[in-house]
């Protein structure tokens, strides 16, 4: 950084309480960067909360009325550690300058009064230090991301082998690949997920111990054609025992819904309350709980025969909670299969389950027949698995 390079294009924010030397420093680097000041540590915090994901360095003088220097960079540190922090500071100070370097709240300390040409200096290690870290981010968060897509692509293709020896659920294959494709059509995946392990055989281990109970969980769905569970039941009362399991708990408010589901169904009583219960507790997964809605109807003319129930509600910004998306180390008694498992319950019984999402509203809809009908095979599974694979491979 010199007056002959080229500007630089990152911004440098230079807080002082004296005008002076804030005309001073914006006069003497104009022509290297764009410079904006602030007059107190208060006025910085304004202008990094508007602009600080532009800002390569923050220099701060020390001895400032009200918030001091220190506190100010420590600040930057907290809230935005992308950002190069240096102090400035006159010789009487020096001691907290070197604490302050000591602890990391700041890159480096200037002692006043100025060098120019040392400044200047200094200045362009900052700019290439946050260059450095700025493309070390990238390259990792690629690295995980990659990582992440071949991890979810991991866990369809295992869902898809373990859907073989799911016999009693007819259709399973058909199932899941239509269960990844909406869903990863949802919502993106995590811009920085927290839980990939970069050490491959740990992640690996992890992973296997994974599958293997999301596999245990999907074996233990209920079997439609069980003769042990032969007591039929309404849909009101399926859906009451749905809502009073542990994991609906939470969604009592909405039992006032069952006055509309008055409809009398030919499934077995177990059968069709762990239904209802892995697609309410699966789809509220992805909501913010104020925003549920439910409603329910017998079909229309241009619809499938049967009963419709739709669940509505806002997406949750960190709606991220099925078995694509859910770390390998969460407490395995979950595994986040819910939704999974409403989609090859209804599948078994000839209904269908599917989600979607328009401007951050999400929809769950469960198709019902008035009673179980045998689902066609899909006439080419090789093309339903490609087109999973391809709504994976999209995946952005």
Known sequence: MSPSTRRSSALILFVDDEPQAL?????????DCEVLTAESADTAEKILQQRGSEIA????????????????LAAVRDQHPHIVRILTTAYSDLENAIEAVNTG???????????????????????????LQHERSLLLAE?????????????????LVAAGGLKHQSNAH??????IKQVTALAPPLSEPQDINLDLWA????????????????????????????????????????????ENKHLLGLNSFQENMNYDLEYPKKWLASLLSNFVSGGARWLSKDTIGFSSHMASENEKDGIHIVMKGDLRPDAIEDILYASSEQDHSDCRTQLLGSYLLAHESGGSVSCSSIDNRAKFSLHLPSKAVSRPKPENETNLTYEMFRSLESWD
């Open 23 to 31: 005309k001073y420093f914006k006069r003497a680097f104009v022509d």
């Open 57 to 72: 360095v923050v220099m701060s003088d020390h001895r400032m009325p009200g918030r001091t220097g220190v506190s100010l």
């Open 105 to 131: 709240e700041v890159f480096r300390y200037i002692v006043k009064p100025w060098d120019i040409d040392l400044l200047r200096q200094d200045l362009r290690i900052a700019l290439q230090v946050y260059h």
């Open 143 to 159: 690295k995980v991301s990659v990582r992440q897509r071949l991890r979810a692509a991991d866990r369809a293709r295992n869902l």
């Open 174 to 179: 058909g199932a899941i690949c239509n269960y």
């Open 203 to 246: 992640e690996a281990e992890a992973e296997t111990t994974f599958m293997k109970a999301v596999v245990t969980r999907l074996s233990l769905l209920p079997h439609l054609h069980n003769g042990s569970d032969n007591q039929k039941t309404t849909l009101k009362e399926a859906w009451h025992d749905a809502l009073n399991n542990d």
